[in-house]
């Protein structure tokens, strides 16, 4: 079991992750032979906010709440 970051550290990669592309966005056209390696360190942060209770697919709209879409179910 790993132990939990920091408020301020935790703070300060879903920051970084909110910057981050989508994986779904990454490419070997836009990013070339690195491109692996993009997705990588993609998965390697989305494992970290797991692994610190947050969902990735709502660090953005933590973030940034004046650029996040209103959802409805």
């Known amino acids: 079991m790993t132990d939990k970051m920091n408020e301020d550290a935790l703070m300060a990669l879903k920051i970084a992750f909110s910057y981050m592309p989508k994986a779904i966005e990454v490419n070997k056209y836009e990013y070339g ?3 692996t390696k993009v997705l990588e360190h ?3 942060v989305r494992e970290e906010l797991l ?3 947050v969902d990735p697919e709502e660090v953005y709209g933590e973030i940034n709440p004046d650029n996040t879409p209103n959802s409805c179910y």
């Open 33 to 35: 032979e690195r491109y």
């Open 42 to 44: 993609i998965e390697t």
């Open 51 to 53: 692994a610190n209770d």
